[in-house]
């Protein structure tokens, strides 16, 4: 920030890529009783530092006045958040993104002030999901809305970073053919079934794949 006459504010750039409002205005809020350190008082974040000058020098003189912050609720970040996504991409947002949000974040935090949710509130609602896939898309959203409500001055602090998902599970689904597996494959090639095992085996075709060549 450029540094100003004590009492008259400051500006302070964020060097964040992904805000579109780097500049943000603060008065100095006085000594904090509890921790000794200097408050500030946030009001306002602009996109260019002459625009963030010319308010603070208006608010200086009582031109202009700012109003408590709005309470943000996570839905509304998410509807921001969601718009603003597919308006770059020019396409809608992933289908198991919405689904996952509709039917495990909104019931249970949507309604909350973005304020008030912290790294348990979304970890529980994380652990509540068995499935490790959702999981992963779940702190994938929670990431996606953090690091929204930051870039737009929505949100103090990224509680988001901390959350965990369940390690995925090895598979044991699939496991590779031995080598005496794989000649008694061989020594049977002339053999349809084992043909298209083998042409599996070594390409990696899926089974529509292979019927569709």
């Known amino acids: 920030g450029r540094k100003r006459a004590n009492g008259t504010g400051s500006i302070v750039k964020r060097n964040d890529k992904k805000r579109r409002l780097p500049y943000s205005v603060y008065l100095d809020g006085g000594h904090d009783p509890d921790t000794f350190r200097r408050k500030r008082i946030f009001l306002g974040s602009f996109a260019k530092h002459s625009e963030a000058q010319d ?6 003189h009582g031109l202009v006045t700012t109003q408590p912050a709005k ?6 970040i ?15 947002l992933s289908p198991n993104y919405v689904h996952t949000w509709n039917r495990y974040i909104s019931p249970k935090l949507g309604t909350f002030a973005v304020s008030d949710i912290k790294t ?14 959702t999981q992963k898309f779940m702190k994938s959203i929670f990431k996606g809305l953090f690091t929204y409500a930051l870039a737009n001055d929505l949100a103090t602090k990224d509680y988001a970073d901390a959350l965990k998902t ?11 053919f031995t080598t005496e597996e794989l000649r008694w494959l061989w020594a049977n090639q002339d053999n349809d079934l084992y043909k298209i095992i083998l042409i599996q085996t070594y390409t ?8 569709g060549m």
């Open 55 to 60: 308010f603070l020098e208006k608010y200086r």
């Open 166 to 176: 369940q390690p995925k599970e090895k598979s044991e689904k699939h496991k590779p």
């Open 78 to 92: 998410w509807k921001l958040y969601k718009g603003d996504r597919e308006a770059l991409t020019g396409k809608p």
């Open 120 to 133: 348990m509130h979304m970890q529980n609602c994380i652990n509540v999901c068995t499935s490790v896939v």
């Open 204 to 211: 990696g075709l899926r089974k529509t794949e292979l019927a």
């Open 71 to 76: 309470v943000v609720t996570l839905a509304e």
